[in-house]
């Protein structure tokens, strides 16, 4: 069956690049634009990953993270944040929230991203 | 701003902003306090051993007091602006950098999408051209900004490094083959030279590519087109030294004070090559010190270049 993995991003293009590299792998996905529909679309759709950004609309990466961890229902769904931001601040933070990855944006090509999420599903 | 100030520590927020200790102005603010005293016991003295009048030794006393109150004030006041301005335009960079790399993250994965579509399709040969130099050129700009933020992150010092065993004679050697057919436009020749048995030495793997990819970038795009570049790594003593060689433009003498500096360009620099921001040595030099090695070079105007750093081996 294919795997599910939810986009938590709301920039439309982004969501749109990622969705043609991940679907051409053969990947079922889910999108969110902001942090609220990307949580309870975590609950409802169960997916095998999250793919999550840090500055979200009406809730943030942060604030997704830890509703994530503390639900017993999602806490075990592996979350790899995608952001632009890498100070030493945001990566300790969702470190200690327990992502499996943090990847700054501009620094990985579609096909790197999705070795990474098939490394992280171990497929 | 993003919550890198862990405390409220005073000589913190003056490290945070990048301010050296005589230009911190809570520091000046102490010290100006302890110059005051000893001004004011000072005049005390003179005033009590010349004048018998007591009134004149308290005049003298509060008016010197109270110039070097005026005094430091205009000082302290001046530096404080400097302090505010240093920590306004790292965040002015930190911000536009951000800002920057979204677009270029949509920039990237859409031309990555096209590429690879246009491999399947049998485009016109001009359009694949046209997709590259997007591509070349986003990469370009995302280099940029990950400098402008290294920067800021040195300046601040904010600058995390991991510290692993790592081997600096891999790293050379995936390098010189990742830059062979870039040298070959150049018409330049990249060789690293054979070290048995290289050890292994502590450093940040991501950055110490970085200071190499840079070190090795300048040599084939300051060659003048045409030569060779050499590669050597040496032990000296508890270091592993590593050596790059060319016979490029070289840099005028009066100016080589100054290449470690932010934002710098030499002369023949700029009038080789019209890219280059000037922060490739000044990160390069950052990164090498704070993993506790040094970072040098000799150069000689048309004739090349020698740059070198050190890093600990693992014991």
Redesign the interface.
């Known amino acids: 069956m294919a795997k599910k993995i939810l986009f938590i991003e709301d920039?439309p293009?982004?969501q749109k690049?990622?969705a043609?590299?991940f679907v051409r792998e053969g990947f079922e996905i889910i999108q969110a634009l902001d942090g609220e529909t990307g949580l309870r679309l975590a609950k409802q759709k169960k997916p095998d990953l999250v793919l999550l950004d840090l500055i979200l609309p009406r809730m943030d990466g942060f604030e997704v993270l830890r509703k994530l961890q503390q639900d017993q229902e999602t806490k075990l769904i592996p979350v790899i944040v995608l952001t632009?931001?890498?100070?030493?601040?945001?990566?300790q933070?969702v470190i200690e929230l327990g992502v499996r990855d943090y990847l700054?944006?501009?620094?990985y090509?579609?096909?790197e991203l999705v070795e990474k999420v098939k490394a992280t599903l171990s497929l | 701003m993003?919550?890198?100030v862990k405390d409220g520590h005073v000589f913190g927020e003056c490290k945070k902003s990048g301010l050296g200790l005589w230009e911190c102005p809570p520091f000046l603010f102490i010290v100006m306090g302890f110059i005051n005293i000893c001004a004011m016991l000072g005049s005390y003295f003179l005033a009590s051993r010349y004048s018998e009048e007591p009134m004149v030794a308290v005049l003298v006393v509060v008016s010197v007091s109270i110039l070097i109150l005026i005094i430091g004030n205009f000082v302290i006041t001046g530096f404080n602006k400097i302090a505010e301005a240093n920590l306004l335009k790292s965040e002015f960079i930190?911000i536009v950098s951000?800002q920057l790399?979204?677009p270029?993250?949509?920039f990237?994965?859409?031309t990555?999408?096209l590429i690879k579509e246009a491999a399947n399709k049998k485009l016109n040969p001009d359009d694949g051209t046209y997709l590259n130099i997007l591509k070349e050129n986003t990469e370009r700009m995302?280099e940029l900004?990950?400098l402008l933020?290294e920067v800021n992150r040195v300046e601040s010092n904010?600058m995390?490094l991991a510290r692993n065993p790592i081997s600096l004679y891999k790293i050379s050697e995936d390098m010189v083959n990742s830059v062979a057919w870039y040298a070959k436009a150049y018409n330049v020749e990249v060789e690293l030279q054979p070290l048995p048995s290289p050890p292994d030495v502590i450093g940040d793997m991501d950055r110490v590519r970085m200071v190499v990819q840079n070190l090795i970038d300048n040599a084939i795009r300051y060659s003048q087109g045409k030569g060779k570049i050499d590669i050597y790594l040496k032990r000296e003593g508890g270091f592993l030294k590593w050596e790059i060689h060319d016979n490029g433009v070289g840099i005028p003498r009066e100016q080589q004070k100054f290449i470690f500096q932010k934002f710098f360009r030499s002369d023949n620099a700029v009038k080789y090559q019209t890219q280059g921001s000037g922060l490739g040595l000044y990160i390069a030099k950052a990164i090498i010190e704070e993993l506790g090695g040094e970072i040098g070079f000799k150069s000689e105007i048309d004739a090349g270049s020698t740059f070198w750093f050190t890093l600990p081996i693992v014991k």
């Open positions: 920039e293009a982004l690049a990622l043609n590299a632009n931001l890498e100070g030493m601040g945001e990566v933070k700054v944006k501009t620094n090509k579609l096909d | 993003f919550g890198y930190g951000h790399r979204s270029l993250s949509v990237k994965w859409t990555d999408i995302i900004v990950n933020l904010r995390m």
